[in-house]
């Protein structure tokens, strides 16, 4: 059974930082696109970000370009965000993803998510 299980959301204070890890079992990702989405209260999913599957390609939103960096351990099976300088406005639930593609990533396997809050 394929599972991606996020880990490390929580309560931060804005200008703070938090490390995601999504761990992926039941096959390998090695060949995968893996990323992150977000979905604030009200408002849709979104993306945020994708690495491909050497790490040599990754893909951002506007507005986490700079404050954010995906990476991935294939030999971990994992993916990683680390977002820097927090904004309340980054308060949502994250979702990993694998699946296929660069920027917006079409997923094929979604977690279960991990939320992250910022108070300003």
Known sequence: QVQLVES???????????????????RTFSSDTMGWFRQAPG??????????????????????KVRFTISRDNAKN?????????KPEDTAVYYCAAGK?????????WGQGTQVTVSS
């Not at 938090?18 to 761990?23: D, I, P, T, Y």
């Not at 994992?78 to 927090?86: D, G, I, K, P, R």
């Open 101 to 109: 593609g660069g920027w917006g990533l079409t997923a094929d396997y």
């Open 8 to 26: 490390g959301g929580g309560l931060v204070q804005a200008g703070g930082s938090l490390r995601l890890s999504c761990a992926a079992s039941g």
């Open 78 to 86: 994992t993916v990683y965000l680390q977002m820097n300088s927090l």
């Open 43 to 64: 408002k849709e999913r979104e993306f945020v970000a994708a690495i491909s599957w050497s790490g040599g390609s990754r893909y951002y939103a506007d507005s986490v």
